[in-house]
């Protein structure tokens, strides 16, 4: 990464020359992304010409599209131009995942009924997902082509899944698809709402999580549509979940793991969910899918693990 950095000043001499300043323009909730490539434009910057403070950086990140901001209507903005054409040096951006709303046949038709997510859903119900993420996906690469300048780049952290799975979360995974905070202890949590009388079966039936995990083959078919991009790199990681390394914890208290499986879930679609359903609704699901992770003995000390892919392209 250090190598990439230093040629971006091969590309861009005038920041050098001239004192041009370096602008960054960061979209999404990935703020360890965006320090991470500032830090990395200083350390390149000081290995060419000695003093890593002495470039001038500014990074733009739009104060309404911070982390809870995924989760509702400003979301939608990174999917419409915001920023200067020709404006940005560098652009960032996380939670790609997450689209700008449900599809539209998900939503008019109903469909999807007792399930919080896609995973193991109708097929129709994954390919009007499918849909809509290669809309978002294709819209913010435009908007960001534009305002990116030749040469310049665009570095994404996507939710993902293993290449040509069929299946969200993996065809050959199980557990971790039972143990995703959108899957299974979601469905059931929010059933013990509906059945204990604080949410109508019509209210959980419309509820859906506007999240699609790509392949890296829709991701790269969606960059070789847009064009004026060449993809630099593009990796899917497999990242462990961070309650994988104290399986024996968990078992000796399982109330501990229930609490924090659901704090995981929380910090996951806590805010979309209050969004939603308000604060004191979002209190009584989470308390409850505590209650239920509680209870799951089986999967209690079973690894789960995620995919991200990270990806980074030149403006060409």
Known sequence: MLTSAMEFYSRFPQVHESGEQV???SFGKDKALEKTVGTLLRSAYGSLYGDPMAVDILIDDKKDLDFHTIYHGLHEKIFSQLHMPDSLHVA?????????????????????????????????VVRAYAEQAEEDLLNFLKY??????????LFMMIGGRPSWSKN???????????????????????????????LRREERDGFNIRVYLRSTEEVKAA???????QIEKMVNLKIADNMNATPMTWIAD???????????AEDAAGQFIKDRFGSDMK???FKRYAEVAKADTTLIDKPCFFHVIAVSVTRI
Not at 97 to 109: A, F, G, M, Q
């Open 283 to 285: 209190n009584k699901l």
């Open 168 to 198: 969200q979360l993996g065809d050959n995974d199980k557990d971790s698809s039972l143990k995703h905070p959108f899957t299974s202890y979601m469905d059931q949590a929010l059933q013990r709402l509906v059945d204990q009388g604080w």
């Open 23 to 25: 602008r960054i323009g």
């Open 223 to 229: 960059i070789d549509r847009c064009g004026g991009f």
């Open 92 to 124: 960032t951006a996380g939670g790609l995942e997450w689209l700008s709303k449900v599809p539209t046949k998900v939503k008019e038709e109903g469909w999807n009924k007792g399930k919080a997510w896609i995973e193991g859903a109708d097929q129709q």
């Open 254 to 264: 399982p109330s501990l793991y229930g609490k924090k499986r659901a704090e995981l």
């Open 144 to 153: 960001r082509k534009n305002e990116i300048k030749i040469g310049g780049s």
